[in-house]
Nanobody, 124 residues
């Protein structure tokens, strides 16, 4: 089992940057596939990015490709999401999630553990 806590959200102007972090508890963090999702008010939870246990394979949603960078540090039980060139439509609550499944894993139902989320607001 793993527990997840996101941080780093906030208010930023369009074109700005934010770096989200996700701290994980548990000795087996390095064995989990991890993902970032986001959910805007009144909308479904959308896939942002997925990283394999080793960090060797990362998959991004088309909407963030080239602007967001997902990384992990297994020694620190931590995930990072560097978000650059932010747009107002990136405004959402951002969640990190964990699963033992393998694959692209864009469906939130593929993930078993979730953090509480961190709010990102991008002003125009």
């Amino acid at each position: 089992q793993v527990q997840l806590v996101e941080s780093g959200g906030g208010l930023v102007q369009a074109g700005g940057s934010l770096r989200l972090s996700c701290a994980a508890s548990g000795r087996t963090f390095s064995t989990y596939t991890m993902g970032w999702f986001r959910q805007a008010p009144g909308k479904e939870r959308d896939f942002v990015a997925r990283i394999t246990w080793s960090g060797g394979n990362i998959y991004y949603a088309d909407s963030v490709k080239g602007r967001f960078t997902f990384s992990r540090d297994n020694a620190k039980n931590a995930l990072y999401l560097q978000m650059n060139s932010l747009h107002p439509e990136d405004t959402a609550v951002y969640y990190c999630a964990a699963t033992r499944r393998l694959g692209v894993l864009v469906d939130p139902y593929a993930y078993d553990y979730w953090g509480q989320g961190t709010q990102v607001t991008v002003s125009s």
